[in-house]
């Protein structure tokens, strides 16, 4: 049964079915389905009358569905002949018209494309047709089955590796419109998802393409560039470190100040995925000033509440690591006073999301041993922050709609709280 092809949220088709090129290589694609190939002119033997002859003591089952990565391409799966067959010698034009709008879509084999042809011909001039190729001679017949062979070519499913180059390649043309390069793009934000293609992305020369498109005058290529490298290097020590051997960093923190909040979003995106637990990543991260670029972020309140919650999080992250690596590299800027009271600062927001961020930055910043305690009392007034949100869960709790998450947030500040005074306690108390 022929299956739509998918589409992603913009309507576009996938990189197989949507790339210029491989649409006008092939001739076979076209509106989002599968067109059947041309078949041969009636001068000579059709090739329905050739598939016949090959399929000869093959009747019967039907053919497994084709996917790639890419996400579920589904390609035609043709029904058993001898139902074809029945339904054109019962005459039964309903069933014909059924059978036409389920297979003309493609052919996923040459077992199904036989059965289209058998279902849509007249088994006596099948057999006719047959008799005829028996008649061809030797120079005709492997001429027929080098067609037969280049169709199918033509239809097979091409593995990741050739969709991304496919990409790559309308990238690194310079005469591609800025539709091709977005739609490459979008295809390539799919195919990095796999950690053996992100592993082959540098291979291939996606990163230096995509990496070039971090230029683009456009936005929104800018973006789903940072989006693509980005994915790309989650929890992925060996793409994280070549990225960032192309000097990309620098490149992004600037994004991050872009006019377009979609494009800063998908920047700090990056930035995050590049340098979360990747040592040399946050030494750079420091050398290019990431720490004004966060501090800069949450004390600005007209921002975006989403590139709050990223830079709560990043920080939270990079206390994480320190903590969880025996603070092996210490970041001085997470025990700067004026950075401390940034992310203090963000619990008087009234999103609710973006205090549970920040609470979760504070509460990994006070376990550092070289935080102190008195800076988060006196400078940031952490006490006077906490009590004053202790009061406005419990107005909260009083809804039905809040109290459950504002049960489970005052859970965690008073974690915050416990942390805070037993870290106050430990400086206070002197030994005798």
Same mark, same amino acid.
């Given at each position: 049964?022929?299956?739509?092809?998918?589409?992603?949220?913009?309507?576009?088709?996938?990189? @197989?079915?949507?790339?210029?090129?491989?649409?006008?290589?092939?001739?076979?694609? @076209?509106?989002?389905?599968?067109?059947?190939?041309?078949?041969?002119?009636?001068?000579?033997?059709?090739?329905?009358?050739?598939? @016949?002859?090959?399929?000869?003591?093959?009747?019967?089952?039907?053919?497994?569905?084709?996917?790639?990565?890419?996400?579920?391409?589904?390609?035609?799966?043709?029904?058993?002949?001898?139902?074809?067959?029945?339904?054109? #010698?019962?005459?039964?034009?309903?069933?014909?018209?059924?059978?036409?709008?389920?297979?003309? &879509?493609?052919?996923?084999?040459?077992?199904?494309?036989?059965?289209?042809?058998? &279902?849509?011909?007249?088994? #006596?001039?099948?057999?006719?047709?047959?008799?005829?190729?028996?008649?061809?001679?030797?120079?005709?017949?492997?001429?027929?089955?080098?067609?037969?062979?280049?169709?199918?070519?033509?239809?097979?499913?091409?593995?990741?590796?050739?969709?991304?180059?496919?990409?790559?390649?309308?990238?690194?043309?310079?005469?591609?419109?800025?539709?091709?390069?977005?739609?490459?793009?979008? #295809?390539?934000?799919?195919?990095?998802?796999?950690?053996?293609?992100?592993?082959?992305?540098?291979?291939?020369?996606?990163?230096?393409?995509?990496?070039?498109?971090?230029?683009?005058?456009?936005?929104?290529?800018?973006?789903?560039?940072?989006?693509?490298? &980005?994915?790309?290097?989650?929890?992925?020590?060996?793409?994280?470190?070549?990225?960032?051997?192309?000097?990309?960093?620098?490149?992004?923190?600037?994004?991050?100040?872009?006019?377009?909040?979609?494009?800063?979003?998908?920047?700090?995106?990056?930035?995050?995925?590049?340098?979360?637990?990747?040592?040399?990543?946050?030494?750079?991260?420091?050398?290019?000033?990431?720490?004004?670029?966060?501090?800069?972020?949450?004390?600005?309140?007209?921002?975006?509440?989403?590139?709050?919650?990223?830079?709560?999080?990043?920080?939270?992250?990079?206390?994480?690591?320190?903590?969880?690596?025996?603070?092996?590299?210490?970041?001085?800027?997470?025990?700067?006073?004026?950075?401390?009271?940034?992310?203090?600062?963000?619990?008087?927001?009234?999103?609710?999301?973006?205090?549970?961020?920040?609470?979760?930055?504070?509460?990994?910043?006070?376990?550092?041993?070289?935080?102190?305690?008195?800076?988060?009392?006196?400078?940031?007034?952490?006490?006077?922050?906490?009590?004053?949100?202790?009061?406005?869960?419990?107005?909260?709790?009083?809804?039905? #709609?809040?109290?459950?998450?504002?049960?489970?947030?005052? &859970?965690?500040?008073?974690?915050?709280?416990?942390? @805070?005074?037993?870290?106050?306690?430990?400086?206070?108390?002197?030994?005798?």
């Amino acid at each position: 049964m022929f299956c739509r092809l998918p589409q992603d949220s913009s309507g576009r088709l996938p990189l @197989f079915f949507s790339t210029r090129k491989r649409a006008e290589n092939s001739a076979l694609f @076209f509106d989002g389905q599968i067109r059947s190939p041309p078949l041969p002119n009636n001068n000579s033997p059709s090739l329905a009358s050739l598939l @016949f002859r090959r399929r000869a003591g093959r009747r019967g089952g039907g053919e497994k569905a084709n996917v790639s990565s890419l996400g579920g391409i589904f390609w035609a799966t043709g029904k058993d002949e001898s139902d074809l067959v029945a339904a054109l #010698e019962a005459e039964d034009p309903s069933a014909v018209d059924r059978d036409s709008d389920e297979l003309a &879509g493609g052919f996923s084999s040459l077992d199904s494309m036989l059965q289209w042809a058998i &279902g849509h011909s007249d088994p #006596e001039k099948l057999k006719e047709k047959a008799n005829d190729v028996q008649r061809l001679s030797t120079n005709e017949l492997k001429k027929r089955q080098l067609e037969i062979k280049e169709l199918m070519e033509r239809l097979k499913t091409p593995s990741d590796a050739e969709l991304m180059k496919i990409a790559i390649s309308d990238l690194n043309n310079s005469s591609s419109s800025v539709e091709d390069r977005q739609r490459a793009l979008d #295809e390539l934000l799919i195919l990095v998802e796999p950690i053996d293609n992100a592993n082959d992305l540098d291979k291939l020369g996606g990163l230096v393409a995509v990496i070039r498109e971090l230029h683009n005058a456009e936005p929104e290529i800018r973006k789903t560039s940072a989006w693509i490298l &980005g994915k790309a290097s989650q929890n992925n020590a060996l793409v994280q470190n070549q990225i960032l051997e192309y000097g990309v960093l620098q490149i992004l923190i600037k994004m991050v100040g872009s006019s377009s909040t979609e494009e800063a979003i998908k920047a700090l995106y990056a930035i995050s995925a590049l340098i979360r637990n990747n040592e040399h990543g946050q030494e750079l991260f420091c050398i290019s000033k990431g720490n004004l670029m966060l501090q800069d972020i949450m004390r600005n309140s007209s921002l975006d509440v989403r590139l709050q919650k990223k830079a709560a999080l990043l920080v939270a992250d990079l206390a994480d690591h320190q903590l969880h690596n025996a603070e092996n590299m210490k970041q001085s800027f997470l025990s700067n006073h004026i950075f401390l009271k940034s992310v203090v600062d963000l619990l008087s927001s009234a999103d609710l999301d973006l205090q549970e961020k920040a609470l979760l930055a504070i509460r990994s910043l006070l376990q550092l041993s070289y935080t102190d305690a008195s800076d988060f009392k006196a400078f940031c007034g952490l006490d006077r922050v906490l009590n004053r949100m202790k009061e406005q869960l419990e107005k909260l709790r009083t809804l039905e #709609e809040h109290k459950d998450y504002a049960r489970e947030l005052e &859970g965690l500040r008073e974690e915050v709280y416990t942390i @805070f005074h037993q870290k106050l306690e430990k400086r206070s108390w002197v030994p005798t």
